[in-house]
């Protein structure tokens, strides 16, 4: 069932509740280094206050674990939202407290208020320890609005819980409908061939999404530190490269099924492999399979493989990329990611990325405006391929 749109609601002198992703990386002064999740719903803010509103909004920041930490705090997010709007935004010190209702009933059109980190209170991340810090957020609003799409795979108080306190009026932002749009609509039913491709260092995190795309797409490339998980399940010397042994089994189950009336799984045939994870340490290119030299680790893949993903991707017409295929940090461990990016670039397939370090990496690149829809979700993006919905998403009320 389609889920209510900020656009079906009646906005005007009206307090809206909306969650938001700030969740926004600091570097150790606080400020913030990257702000694309709080630019993601500039425009669902500026839509409730050109159409008469008033904004309350909310927001975690790391995992405090229900503590105070000054480092946590979302006053740098309260500044850079009202640098971007050119309009103040009042910070609330608190989420709860009794005087930031007070001050919320003052609000006016046009008023923007963002309150301090949720997950200040552990009611937040165990919203049935404590059924009235959802009940409280509630207050603060006449309509609830859900556009933390880097969130909604949470069942949290300001994602679920407080959904129940607005019946018929708690609706999805445009940031959470274009994450639905691209991610549900675009690839439940791909324009083929569908390509996938999934990095990133552990196939722990990541083993549900590709037995999901082995089902939805025609290949499911595979690099970054879990291929070598794989390369182990295979009986290939894997050196002193990451790997989990829990998920031998389940790489090996997976191997097996690629091809099985599904996708086609593609590992890697050559990798990068270094002495050490630093600049300047000695590496080499070595065959998947082949002698790895003593004391060496998988650090990307090879030209090979490269040549082979990009062979493949140039006749795709639809692309979803999670997770970089190296330790991309590094520059000389940054080729393989690099250069799948800008054959990416040069694509007229949709092609959809999602993953906070793959974000960064494809910022790098530089080719970041050439992609479709960069994903603001990291779990949330893998749970919603994986299992169609999330649960901030189901919250919300139905479109009658
Ligand atoms: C994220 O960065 O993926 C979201 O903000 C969710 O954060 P969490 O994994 O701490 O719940």
Known sequence: ?????????????????????????MDAEGIITDDTRIRATLPSIKYVLDHGGSLILMSHLGRPDGKYYSKL??????????????RNVIFAPDCVRADIGEVVKTFRPGHIMLLENLRFHRAEEFPDEDKTFAEKLSKYGDVYVNDAFGTAHRSHSSTTSVAKYFPGKAAAGFLLEKEIKFLGDTLKKPKRPFCAIVGGSKISSKCGVIEALLKKADIVMIGGGMAYTFF?????????????????????????????????????????????????APMQVVKAGGAIPDGFEGVDIGPETVKAFSDALRSAATVFWNGPL??????????????????????????????????????????????THLSTGG???????????????EALSDKS
């Not at 900020?6 to 700030?22: A, G, N, P, W, Y």
């Not at 779990?379 to 998403?393: K, S, V």
Request: glycine share 10%; charged share 20%.
């Open 326 to 371: 190296g330790v991309f940090e590094i520059p000389a461990f940054a080729k393989g990611t690099n250069e799948i990016a800008h054959m990416l670039a040069k694509l007229s397939a949709t092609t959809i990325v999602g993953g906070g370090d793959l974000l960064a990496a494809v910022q790098a690149a530089g080719i970041a405006d050439k992609l």
């Open 73 to 86: 705090s979302l006053r740098p997010c309260a500044n850079r939202l009202s640098q971007l709007l050119g």
């Open 232 to 280: 182990k399940a295979q009986g290939f010397p894997i050196g002193n490269s990451i790997h989990e042994d829990e998920f031998i089994e389940i790489a090996k189950e997976l191997i097996q099924s690629s091809g099985n009336g599904r996708g086609r799984l593609m590992l890697p045939s050559d990798i990068v492999v270094a002495k050490e994870i630093k600049v300047g």
């Open 1 to 25: 069932m389609p889920k209510l749109s900020i656009t079906d609601l009646s906005l005007k002198d009206k307090k809206v509740l909306m969650r938001v992703d700030f969740n926004v990386p």
């Open 379 to 393: 779990g949330a993006t893998l749970e919603y391929i994986e299992y169609g919905t999330l649960p901030g998403i």
